[in-house]
């Protein structure tokens, strides 16, 4: 069975930093470019970051380029997206997935930013 589980998300303050893993199982993880997506309330999917099947080459949407980093442990299955300075503009849910066909999504982790 595939699986892909975020965690690490939660309530930070702006400016505040917080760290989100996906943990994948039941596909050969190291074989898959992986995306992060994230959807604001009332809003539609937001692509955030993309990282290669071997960690090499990483893009970014504009608005976190600086603030975001995106990387991937092959040895430990686990995706991670490193959140910094973060905005009220950042709150969302964040979703990890594959990037390409076949797609595999996770259940998603919620990041809210406020004072």
């Known amino acids: 069975e595939v699986k892909l589980v975020e965690s690490g998300g939660g309530l930070v303050q702006p400016g505040g930093s917080l760290r989100l893993s996906c943990a994948a199982s039941?596909?050969?993880?190291?074989?898959?470019?992986m995306t992060w997506f994230r959807q604001a309330p009332g809003k539609g999917p937001e692509w955030v970051s993309n990282i290669d099947s071997g960690g090499g080459s990483t893009h970014y949407r504009d608005s976190v380029k600086g603030r975001f980093t995106i990387s991937r442990d092959n040895a430990k299955n686990t995706l991670y997206l490193q959140m910094n300075s973060l905005k009220p503009e950042d709150t969302a849910v964040y979703y990890c997935?594959?990037?390409?066909?076949?797609?595999?999504w996770g259940q998603g982790t919620q990041v809210t930013v406020s004072s």
């Open positions: 997935g594959t990037a390409g066909d076949p797609s595999y």
């Open positions: 039941g596909f050969t993880f190291r074989n898959y470019d």
